[in-house]
C-alpha cells in the first residue's frame, strides 16, 4: 500500500547553480502533500504548490531546496482543494488559482488568490457556483488580472465551456465575465482550457475540443486567440481532420520568437490507450508549422504521467514544454504520489525530435 503523498523536488538548474543538481522530498509522514506547480517569480524567488489533505498549499523555497516558509488555506466549499497555478503580478505580489476535486477527481469549486513573497494571504476568493473551475490567472496590469476558466455542466445543451472573468487586484473580486464559449459551435461538447501564453496584447490558448460529441475519436488539439480583456477572437483545431480516427490532448503552451509550441499527448493513429507525446508549432494565425512525436514502448493511458483519471480535463495536463537557446524541451507534468517514470523529450525549433529519455523512480 502506498503512504502519504510527499513533494518531490527535481531541480535540474536553478539561476547561478548551473551543472548541479538535486533530487529533494519534501513532506513528512501522516501528511497527503502533492506538489502540483514549481513556479520561478522574475525576481528569483522559487514558490511550489498544490496541496496538503484537504487544504491548498503554496510554499517558497530556496536555490539548494530547503523550504523558506509553507501556507496552507482551505476556499470555500465542500471539496478538498488544490492549487492549479501560480504568476506574479506587476508589483511583485503571488497570484494564483486552483480548484477542488469531486468524488471522481474531476475540478470542481474554482478559487483564485493572492498573497506577498513572505507568504501572508492578501484574499481569497472563489466562485458561487460549484461547477467552474479555474485554469490561469495572469496580470493584465497593476489593476486588474485576467482568468481563464470553465463552466462544466454536463446538463446543459453546450456541455462544457471556456469563459474569461476580469479580475480586481485589490479585492479579488469579478469585474466582469464573458459569455461561455462553445469553441466547437459546429457540435457543442467539451471545451476547456489548459494553458495560457500571452503576445504582446493578444492571449493564446490551448485547449481540448470534441469536434463530433462525445466519441473519444473526435478529441483535438485547439489554439485559440483572446484580446488584452480576454474577448475571444478565433479558435483552430490542430493535425487532423475531423473525420479521422485520433484521440489528442493538449498539455501546455508557450510563446517564443512570435510563435506557439504546444505540448500534447494521444493517439495520433487511432483513439487506443496507447499514447505518444509531441511538440507542436504553430505562428499566430494557428496555421501549423511543424509537429514532432515521441513514442516510449508501453506507454498507454495508465502510464502517461497524469494528474487525474482519463475522464478529467486536469488530466491532460501531462507535459510542460520550455524553450532553451537552441531547443525545446518537453518535461513530464505530475503531482509525484504514483509516479510511473520521468519522460523527456528535446526537440528542435523546427520540432524535429533530437532524443528522449526515460527514467523510472518511484516514491514508497
Not at 276 to 293: E, H, K, S, W, Y
Not at 319 to 330: E, G, L, N, S
Request: aromatic share 12%; proline share 5%; glycine share 10%.
Amino acid at each position: 500500500m502506498m503512504r502519504a503523498g510527499f513533494i518531490l523536488l527535481c531541480m535540474l538548474m536553478v539561476h547561478h547553480v548551473k551543472g548541479q543538481g538535486y533530487l529533494k522530498v519534501i513532506g513528512d509522514d501522516g501528511r497527503d502533500e502533492r506538489g502540483f506547480v514549481a513556479y520561478t517569480a522574475p525576481t528569483g524567488e522559487i514558490l511550489l504548490a498544490g496541496s496538503v489533505a484537504d487544504s491548498a498549499l503554496v510554499m517558497r523555497i530556496d536555490v539548494d531546496g530547503g523550504v523558506l516558509w509553507s501556507r496552507t488555506f482551505k476556499p470555500q466549499g465542500q471539496l478538498p482543494k488544490n492549487v492549479f497555478h501560480l504568476s506574479s503580478a506587476p508589483d511583485g505580489t503571488l497570484i494564483g488559482c486552483g480548484n477542488g476535486y469531486n468524488g471522481l477527481n474531476e475540478p470542481r469549486e474554482g478559487f483564485h488568490f493572492r498573497m506577498d513573497m513572505s507568504g501572508n494571504k492578501i484574499w481569497v476568493r472563489n466562485w458561487t457556483d460549484p461547477l467552474v473551475y479555474n485554469r490561469r490567472l495572469i496580470a493584465l496590469n497593476a489593476a486588474e488580472y485576467l482568468m481563464f476558466s470553465d463552466l462544466y455542466d454536463m446538463g446543459s445543451s453546450t456541455y462544457a465551456d471556456v469563459f474569461t472573468a476580469r479580475i480586481d487586484a485589490a479585492s479579488g473580486n469579478v469585474i466582469s465575465n464573458s459569455d461561455l464559449l462553445d469553441l466547437y459551435s459546429s457540435v457543442p461538447y467539451i471545451d476547456d482550457v489548459h494553458s495560457v501564453a500571452t503576445i504582446g496584447q493578444a492571449h493564446y490558448t490551448t485547449s481540448r475540443i470534441f469536434t463530433n460529441g462525445s466519441p473519444l475519436s473526435t478529441c483535438r488539439v485547439a489554439v485559440s486567440k483572446f484580446d488584452y480583456f480576454g474577448g475571444h477572437l478565433w479558435t483552430n483545431y490542430l493535425l487532423f481532420p475531423n473525420n479521422v480516427d485520433r484521440r489528442v490532448y493538449p498539455s501546455d503552451i508557450i510563446a517564443h520568437d512570435d510563435s506557439l509550441t504546444i505540448a500534447y499527448f494521444g493517439d495520433i493513429n487511432g483513439s487506443s490507450g496507447n499514447f505518444t507525446q509531441g511538440l507542436i508549432r504553430t505562428d499566430t494565425l494557428g496555421n501549423v508549422a511543424g509537429a514532432g512525436i515521441s513514442t516510449w514502448p508501453g506507454v498507454d493511458r495508465n502510464t502517461v504521467p497524469r494528474s487525474l483519471p482519463p475522464h478529467s480535463a486536469t488530466w491532460s495536463r501531462a507535459a510542460r514544454v520550455y524553450p532553451t537557446p537552441i531547443a525545446f524541451f518537453c518535461k513530464p507534468f505530475r503531482p509525484v504520489v504514483s509516479c510511473y517514470g520521468r519522460r523527456a523529450m528535446v526537440s528542435c525549433p523546427s520540432t524535429d525530435l533530437w532524443w528522449t529519455s526515460t527514467r523510472p523512480t518511484s516514491v514508497s
